[in-house]
């Protein structure tokens, strides 16, 4: 039997219950989008995509926005890294001993720790998660030791655009979602060439960025959401722009957002 909420979402709730604000004051999700737009929590109720709410219609109109194109965009993007994160680290540990992985606003770490939980080789990964919001770390260690990765994975709180000099050549593989979406063109470059510098020869990184969004006046009206849209010929021409000698795509041009493969030699 096909899930009720399921069934509802599909009558287009907008036609019977009103003009979009109202729908939306009901939601439960976008009440936490409009409290931290761009924050870790509005991503990992997109990740669980679990309508919530005590009443039908908060749970009608939590899946309406959780059917959006930028929440489905999201749950590929975390699918897509995901998968690129443990080919990465499955490839280097047929060659070396142990990897070490960064991610920069590493929000919950939902990627690394679905790529490194459970896995034969979990204890050879050395992971460092850093966000600046400090609820993000303690929520994103906490999930990871209930994934049950314990030493091997810590969290700091810290600026991502700042990383210290005394991690300069210490990584493997440096990820970064969710927060190019945010920095001007020259303060992209000047981090990827932060990030260059991170990485030990030979390391990779994988970083993402948003390139188109069918409710972008919603987001940005309603919650405040305002993220630069570039189309991905832009954010390989950044890419490309910083010391990073090979570049390439990792995702397709229609997921809205892109993610970009950059390998120090
Ligand atoms: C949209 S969430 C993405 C989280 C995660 N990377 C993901 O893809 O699910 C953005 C995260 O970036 C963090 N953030 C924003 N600016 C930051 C900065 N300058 N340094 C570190 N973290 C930052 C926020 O606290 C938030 O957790």
Known sequence: MPDLLDLLARTKPYD???????????????AQCRRTPGGFLPL?????????GDTLIQRLADR????GALCRGAR??????????????EDRLSRQESVSVLSLASGGARDVIAA??????????????VDIDPEAVKYAHERALAAGLNGQFRFELG???RPP?????????VTSLGLFDYLRDSTAVRLLDRIHALLRPGGTLLFGMVTSNPNQRFFEDYMNWKMIYR???????????????RVGPVSGRDDYFFLVECQRL
């Open 231 to 245: 189309p991905p010929e832009r954010i390989l021409e950044l890419a490309r722009a910083s010391k990073f000698a």
């Open 16 to 30: 019977f219950i009103g003009s979009w604000p109202r729908l939306a004051a009901r939601s439960p999700f976008m």
């Open 76 to 89: 590929v993007r975390l699918q897509q890294a995901t998968h690129w994160l443990r080919q990465q680290i």
């Open 165 to 173: 000099r005394a991690w300069e050549n210490r990584f493997d593989i």
């Open 116 to 129: 490194v939980a459970g896995a034969s080789w979990a204890d050879r990964v050395q992971y460092l998660g």
């Open 159 to 161: 600026n991502a655009l």
């Open 64 to 67: 309406y926005y959780l059917n």
């Open 44 to 52: 990992e109720m997109i990740y669980d995509n679990q309508p919530i």
